[in-house]
């Protein structure tokens, strides 16, 4: 069974990712994929550069992921043209590394992929678990981690569907608003519920 982990950008989506690899599950996650997919070398990489320009390279010729994140998250059109060129990319690899998990003997993978609903990824995953937090919580979360202005905070969730909007499409909804150990009381018992199926 292939379960798709999502949420919301700081809903603790990678505390959730965190109690699952503990408990032996295989956790693919698609920010890492989408990291490695752009590295110097891979068809991605270069598509980029000749989209953005050279302006968006570190010295060392990697992408300057900061960088290329300012333009994307300010400008609509430069965001789903990024995505155009990475997600392919990313969702074949994706594909491959859960193969190889079954392969390996392994009944349950786990995706971790935070814009499953945006990007339409919903046919890659047999149930969707979403990591939730009301959205007041979302954005001091994420203004503190990252040291976001409240606008920069809100201009990053905003680009994504509201929290509240990804509920319809969960098998199981994980309320991640409370302790650590409240959450993980929550992770154990869905994976119960996954071993008796």
């Known amino acids: 069974m292939i379960i798709g982990l999502t949420g919301g950008i700081a809903t603790g989506k990678s505390t959730v990712s965190d109690i699952l690899k503990k408990e032996g599950i295989p956790v693919?996650?698609?920010?890492i994929v989408a990291?490695?997919?752009v590295e110097?070398?891979?068809?991605p990489y270069h598509q980029i550069?000749?989209?953005?320009?050279?302006?968006?390279?570190?010295?060392?010729?990697?992408?300057?992921r900061e960088?290329?994140?300012t333009i994307v998250f300010g400008d609509e059109?430069?965001?789903?043209k990024l995505n155009e060129i990475v997600h392919p990319a990313v969702r074949k690899e994706m594909v491959r590394q859960s193969h190889s998990w079954q392969t390996k003997g392994h009944q349950l993978v786990v995706m971790d992929i935070p814009l499953l609903i945006?990007?339409?990824?919903?046919?890659?995953?047999?149930?969707?678990v979403l990591v939730y937090v009301p959205e007041a919580i979302?954005?001091?979360r994420l203004s503190k981690r990252n040291k976001f202005s409240l606008e920069e905070a809100k201009k990053r969730i905003n680009s994504q569907l509201p929290i509240d909007e990804k509920k319809q499409y969960a098998s199981y909804i994980i309320d991640n608003a409370g302790t650590r150990d409240e959450t993980r009381h929550q992770v154990m018992q869905l994976l119960n519920n996954w071993k008796k199926k």
Request: charged fraction near 35%; aromatic fraction near 2%.
């Open 28 to 31: 693919i996650d698609a920010d």
């Open 35 to 37: 990291r490695e997919v």
């Open 40 to 43: 110097p070398g891979e068809g």
């Open 49 to 64: 550069i000749d989209h953005f320009g050279l302006k968006i390279l570190l010295p060392n010729g990697e992408i300057d």
């Open 67 to 69: 960088k290329l994140g």
């Open 77 to 80: 059109t430069e965001r789903l």
């Open 118 to 128: 945006e990007s339409d990824l919903l046919h890659m995953v047999d149930e969707v």
């Open 138 to 140: 979302q954005l001091d």
